[in-house]
């Protein structure tokens, strides 16, 4: 299991995820090229990212089009062959204390959902 922090720097990654994403990605060690074009070699993982941002962006069309963060993380990670990505949010964090409250309640509750259904994943799966 992958965990990733990801704060939504002006609608995409921070340069520091941009950068370990960089030194991550190699041809040989985390996906090849093949006839059929590149294949990821890091399958079987989950990833789990906490994302933080100040407005909210996945409740409304406008919004998930600004976004370049989720989508991008999405594309990185199934090249290398993990497609089990998993998002919890923490939305609305600038808007406000009573919407940081509530963001925070609800990204709390979000991670516990994670944690339980982990728990009731069967052991290989864990273990992968």
């Known amino acids: 299991m992958i965990v990733v922090g990801a704060t939504l720097y002006n609608f995409a990654i921070p340069s520091q995820l941009k950068a370990w994403i960089d030194r991550l990605v190699q041809a040989g060690r985390t996906f090849q090229y093949t006839e059929k074009g590149p294949q990821g070699l890091a399958g079987g993982k989950i990833v789990i990212v ?27 990670f199934g090249f290398l062959g993990i497609t089990d990505i998993r998002f919890v949010r923490a939305e609305g964090l600038a808007m406000g204390e009573v919407h940081r409250a509530r963001a925070i309640t609800a990204a709390e509750l979000d991670i ?11 052991s290989a799966a864990r273990a992968a």
């Open 50 to 76: 906490a994302s933080t941002r100040g407005g909210v962006y996945s409740t409304s069309e406008g919004g998930r089009a600004m976004e370049h963060q989720e989508s991008y993380l999405q594309t990185v």
């Open 112 to 122: 516990r959902a994670l944690v339980t259904e982990a728990a009731n994943e069967p």
